[in-house]
């Protein structure tokens, strides 16, 4: 997505180094606040707080914590909610 927008920003703007792309800085803080959402639920999903999302902070190592927890299989029952990979369309309550 974000290669669309720079070959916009470059057709439209000119290819200078110099300017500001406006539409993939545009893009970019659009889909920020979504990015960090779901990767806060899928923290939740492996029953580890949102705040593990700072150790992508660290460089290199941070991200490959991050990416495991990301391919880690969810925990069927965890204290933030049953996990929507077994729901089935009815909740015990």
């Known amino acids: 997505m974000n290669i669309v927008a720079t070959g916009v920003d470059i057709a439209i703007f000119g290819g200078r180094m110099e300017d500001p792309a406006p539409i993939s800085l545009a893009l970019t803080l659009a889909l920020l606040l979504p990015s960090l959402a779901v990767t806060v ?10 705040w593990w999302i700072l150790i992508a902070l660290i460089p290199i190592i941070g991200w490959i914590v991050l990416l495991v927890f990301h391919v880690s299989d969810s925990d069927s029952d965890n204290r933030f909610g049953i996990s929507p990979k077994g729901y089935q369309g009815t909740v015990a309550v």
């Open 41 to 50: 639920r899928r923290l939740h999903d492996i029953d580890r707080t949102g």
